[in-house]
């Protein structure tokens, strides 16, 4: 699932909020252009947005089994249970 980067709404939020892409309204949120990332930066940025989304993926599978998870626990935490359902 891609995501894009928007201009925050609300206090706390920083510079700008992640949204998947298709959750994108127009006149309702306002993409953020920050600098052109360098390919490194890029790079980063897509590995960090990857590793979020198979992080909620992970989260996902492990509901729907109805097995309990800390909210903050790790990758590797949350694989090693779904992979002891098996």
């Given at each position: ?33 920050a ?52």
């Amino acid at each position: 699932m891609k995501t894009i980067q928007v201009k925050a709404w609300g206090k706390g939020q920083g510079d700008f909020v992640l949204i998947n892409e298709e959750d994108f309204v127009e006149g309702e949120h306002e993409l953020y252009v920050a600098k052109k990332l360098t390919a490194k930066e890029q790079k980063a940025f897509d590995a960090a947005n990857e590793a979020a989304a198979k992080l909620e993926a992970t989260k996902a599978a492990l509901t729907e089994k109805g097995i309990a998870f800390e909210v903050d626990a790790s990758q590797e935490d949350l694989q090693a249970l779904l992979d002891a359902e098996v």
